[in-house]
């Protein structure tokens, strides 16, 4: 079991920065991690993914160039860098861990998930 804690967010203007957390209980460095993101009355989609040591990483192509997904396996968290937002960036943005080696951007291949974190980027 992995309890996943994300935070980091909040309201931003558009063309503003955050950063996202995502603190682990245990050993991160055992799993995969991915980023997803869901707004009211759609369905959760990726954004992002980072191999267990980071060196690969994968992103929506909405988000390329403007995203950066990180991990620190020494504090347990992993980050998620969003430059540039716009207004459709508005979601509450999760983190999610799996075990195994490969990236994926399939919801229903990450065993746990964080409580999310709310992201409003105003025009």
């Known amino acids: 079991q992995v309890q996943l804690v994300e935070s980091g967010g909040g309201l931003v203007q558009a063309g503003g920065s955050l950063r996202l957390s995502c603190a682990a209980s245990?050993?991160?460095?055992?799993?995969?991690m991915g980023w997803f993101r869901q707004t009211p009355g759609k369905e959760r989609e990726f954004v992002a993914a980072?191999?267990?040591?980071?060196?690969?990483?994968g992103y929506v192509d909405s988000v390329k160039g403007r995203f950066t997904i990180s991990r620190d396996n020494a504090k347990n968290t992993g980050y998620l860098r969003m430059n540039i937002l716009k207004p459709e960036d508005t979601a509450v943005y999760y983190c999610?861990?799996?075990?195994?080696?490969?990236?994926?951007?399939?919801?229903?291949?990450?065993?746990?998930w964080g409580q999310g974190t709310q992201v409003t980027v105003s025009s």
């Open positions: 999610a861990v799996r075990a195994g080696t490969a990236l994926s951007r399939t919801m229903s291949e990450y065993n746990y």
């Open positions: 245990r050993t991160f460095s055992l799993y995969v």
């Open positions: 980072i191999s267990r040591f980071g060196t690969n990483t």
